[in-house]
């Protein structure tokens, strides 16, 4: 008896899909830093999943170690022991040209001050990462797609100065989207934002996670994040102290 792809029998004899490996493994990560005679213990043996299509945040205040986690999942800093697996591959058996392509076509990055080109449009701020990302054909299609997902498709050809501190953010977050990555980081996305513009950009995270199947990693100290993440995991000097599944 022939079975389906993506299914196996489970015990009782009934087909049972197969669950898809975390996009983000992280297992037993430290990184020290050496500060002249001295060590600095940032990360203190981390471990962390997050899978396809959640939000995930990492709570907790400055200095409790998100930064410095969020770059070494991102590949742009390397853990002094300990693993990350990306997409069930070990980062650590990257090279720099394959994290590069890795970053540019399945990673996508969201950060506080946003990052945004003043000189170009909206659309243009979108069509120039899909540029990087090696898309040759469709990229104003793509941008435009991403624009609209996140609410901003009539303010498409307005300049930065013309946008406000919210709509700003939603434009990184289109360019972040735009790729249709497996994963995005961010880095206190909603630090610069009052409110209820930060509440708004939340719920888009949590839209883009659920509607779009992407998965978000979020660093923030913001508690309105119980309300929309999938899991919450909290850190307090460079260790995980409390995992919580608000919304699941």
Not at 149 to 156: R, Y
């Given at each position: ?114 990052a945004i080109m003043p000189m170009f449009s909206a659309v243009e701020n979108v069509e120039l990462m899909l540029r990087i990302a090696g898309f040759t054909y469709e990229r104003r299609k793509l941008a ?105």
């Amino acid at each position: 008896m022939s079975e389906q792809p993506g299914v196996t029998p489970n015990l009782s004899g009934e087909a049972a899909e197969t669950k898809a490996p975390p996009v983000i493994r992280v297992e037993g990560v430290r990184r020290v830093y050496q500060m002249e005679a001295s060590q600095v213990e940032a990360l203190k043996g981390v471990s962390l999943t997050v899978e396809q299509g959640q939000l995930a945040a990492l709570r907790g205040r400055s200095g409790s170690g998100k930064t410095t986690l969020l770059n070494i999942i991102g590949g742009l800093d390397k853990p002094t022991s300990g693993e990350v697996y990306l997409f069930n591959l070990p980062v650590s058996g990257m090279n720099n040209d394959e994290l590069t392509e890795l970053r540019r076509k399945r990673i996508g990055f969201v950060f506080q001050s946003f990052a945004i080109m003043p000189m170009f449009s909206a659309v243009e701020n979108v069509e120039l990462m899909l540029r990087i990302a090696g898309f040759t054909y469709e990229r104003r299609k793509l941008a435009m797609r991403a624009l609209e997902i996140v609410g901003l498709g009539p303010w498409a050809h307005h300049r930065p100065w013309e946008l406000s501190g919210g709509q700003q953010q939603r434009v990184a977050i289109a360019r972040a989207l735009s790729t249709h990555p497996d994963l995005i980081i961010a880095d206190e996305p909603t630090g610069e934002l009052d409110s209820s513009t930060g509440r708004q950009i939340m719920a888009l995270f949590r839209y883009i996670a659920v509607k779009e199947g992407i998965s978000i990693l979020m660093a923030t100290h913001d508690p309105m994040i119980e309300e929309y993440a999938h899991v919450v995991y909290e850190l307090s000097d460079g260790q995980v102290v409390a995992t919580r599944r608000p919304n699941p």
